[in-house]
């Protein structure tokens, strides 16, 4: 499941398509609360950021069209934006605490865009925060941080890897 997100993402990066040319394929189940496969728990609050919409569709065989869960390639997570590894990081933050390894923070982003041809496709950025629990897990602690692409930090959140050396 990891690994059909992953080509999934390859395929929306690489594939160069009409700013209204959406995917049927999905990097994640938009209803489903969890993306199970995934390194970091993101909510379907996220789909948004992640560019995955009802859109308008005419299925094989229907002559009006039909509301269907699409995926675009303009993604937007943004400033303030915080993602645990866990669903349980959600929980009251006492007994969260219990449960997180590691938890992201946003600090500012600019979105991925695809401007009209000839224009180029803009992978955007994310900088943001990697906290992690202190040793007597009262509180988050910032163990480093980085700015990827939007792109890039889609993968690191499927996967977990792709992070660059710390930015200070």
Partial sequence: MRQTAIDILDRLIRDRA????RL???????????????FMHVPTCF?????IKQTPRVLVRKTKPVLAWTQGREF??????????????????????????LCVQVSSAMDATSPPPPAERSA????????????????????????????????FLISGE???????
């Fill in 162 to 168: 792709g992070l660059p050396k710390q930015q200070h």
């Fill in 18 to 21: 009409d700013k209204d040319d």
């Fill in 47 to 51: 789909n948004d950021a992640l560019d």
């Fill in 76 to 101: 937007r997570f943004k400033g303030g934006d915080v993602l645990y590894d866990t669903p349980s990081g959600y929980q009251q933050w006492s007994e969260a605490l219990r449960h997180i390894l």
């Fill in 124 to 155: 955007g950025t994310v900088a943001f925060h990697v906290l992690i629990p202190s040793r007597h897990r009262t509180r988050l602690t910032r163990s480093s941080n980085h700015i990827l692409t939007q792109d890039a930090f889609i993968r």
């Fill in 24 to 38: 049927t394929d999905l990097l994640r189940d938009p209803e489903a609360e969890t993306a199970p496969a995934w």
